[in-house]
T-cell receptor, first 114, second 114 residues
Framework: AQSVAQPEDQVNVAEGNPLTVKCTYSVSGNPYLFWYVQYPNRGLQFLLKYITGDNLVKGSYGFEAEFNKSQTSFHLKKPSALVSDSALYFCAVRETGGSYIPTFGRGTSLIVHP | DTGVSQDPRHKITKRGQNVTFRCDPISEHNRLYWYRQTLGQGPEFLTYFQNEAQLEKSRLLSDRFSAERPKGSFSTLEIQRTEQGDSAMYLC????????????FGDGTRLSIL
């Protein structure tokens, strides 16, 4: 079975400061991990994914994520937050040999204050 | 790549009526997914197609829900005898072959039951 946890319902950060949105996962084997962003009344947009290899993954809009196998985490980061980054962020996991259906976290609301 | 499109964007109906939603995936994608999303939650899996074959359905999916993808291109999701609890955002996503491929989401159909 696969599962994802996003421990924070909301993250607040000042514009220009670094941001981190946390995600931990559980799978029986190896994971494929994804981050998506959702703006109000819109669908989810793909930001980045981890498949294998380099633990630091770079994605769209200056976002990156660090895969940590020992801590089973895949935290989303950005060095300098923008007000326009304010949105809902979802982490998702698929097991490499498992179902085609990913499991999504409950989401974290990121609020960037000017 | 014209993206995933969903129609209608909003649907308001009375309890007990039937509703049908349409999804047009990215043309090269052979996999199509339907999700339901309620406020404060991540996408909840409903059903999944590979080409025209419906390969998985959520155990939570009531028999009032049915989905088709007759020619392996567009898909429809029908809800019969709608109930108040069916009010939600219904999201469609598509992806290409491979478990490491991200999903591309439409902007959803928001269903409101009066």
């Amino acid at each position: 079975a696969q599962s994802v946890a996003q421990p924070e319902d909301q993250v607040n950060v000042a514009e220009g400061n670094p941001l981190t949105v946390k995600c931990t996962y559980s799978v029986s084997g190896n994971p494929y991990l994804f981050w998506y962003v959702q703006y109000p009344n819109r669908g989810l947009q793909f930001l980045l994914k981890y498949i294998t290899g380099d633990n630091l993954v770079k994605g769209s809009y200056g976002f990156e994520a660090e895969f940590n196998k020992s801590q089973t985490s895949f935290h989303l980061k950005k060095p300098s937050a923008l007000v326009s980054d304010s949105a809902l962020y979802f982490c998702a996991v698929r097991e490499t040999g498992g179902s085609y259906i990913p499991t999504f976290g409950r989401g974290t609301s990121l609020i960037v204050h000017p | 790549d014209t993206g995933v499109s969903q129609d209608p964007r909003h649907k308001i109906t009375k309890r007990g009526q039937n509703v049908t939603f349409r999804c047009d995936p990215i043309s090269e994608h052979n996999r199509l997914y339907w999700y339901r999303q309620t406020l404060g939650q991540g996408p909840e899996f409903l059903t999944y197609f590979q080409n025209e074959a419906q390969l998985e359905k959520s155990r939570l999916l009531s028999d009032r829900f049915s989905a088709e993808r007759p020619k392996g291109s567009f898909s429809t999701l029908e809800i019969q005898r709608t109930e108040q609890g069916d009010s939600a955002m219904y999201l469609c996503a598509s992806s290409s072959q491979g478990r490491n491929q991200p999903q591309h989401f439409g902007d959803g159909t928001r269903l409101s039951i009066l």
